[in-house]
Nanobody
Framework: QVQLVESGGGSVQAGGSLRLSCVAS????????MGWFRQGPGQEREGVAS???????SYTDSVKGRFTISQDSAKVTLWLHMNSLKPEDTAMYYC??????????????????WGQGTQVTVSS
């Protein structure tokens, strides 16, 4: 059974930082793509960042230079380090897994497994 469990969300002021974590288990792939998505109120779910098994990363333009995606060597834990947060970063953030990284930034349709989400709120 595949499980993706996010943690680390919270409320911060603009300019602050947060680190999101996602612990993955039961993934059926020997190599895979991990990604972070977010969905703000009344908005579509958008891809934020992805990382493949070789460590290649991609980011949506709005977070480049501010967010960093990484994973541990065992590829069990995925992180999203978020710096210089802005009010427009406010959203539910989701961890996702798929067989390979295709889109730059990541595309929702390429990911078949999803976590429940963790809320990030940035106040001005």
């Amino acid at each position: 059974q595949v499980q993706l469990v996010e943690s680390g969300g919270g409320s911060v002021q603009a300019g602050g930082s947060l680190r999101l974590s996602c612990v993955a288990s039961g993934l059926p792939y020997s190599r895979y793509c991990m990604g972070w998505f977010r969905q703000g109120p009344g908005q579509e779910r958008e891809g934020v960042a992805s990382i493949d098994s070789a460590g290649t990363t991609s980011y949506t333009d709005s977070v480049k230079g501010r967010f960093t995606i990484s994973q541990d060597s065992a590829k069990v834990t995925l992180w999203l380090h978020m710096n210089s947060l802005k009010p427009e970063d406010t959203a539910m953030y989701y961890c996702a897994a798929g067989p390979w990284c295709v889109g730059v930034p990541p595309r929702r349709d390429d990911f078949g497994y999803w976590g429940q989400g963790t809320q990030v709120t940035v106040s001005s």
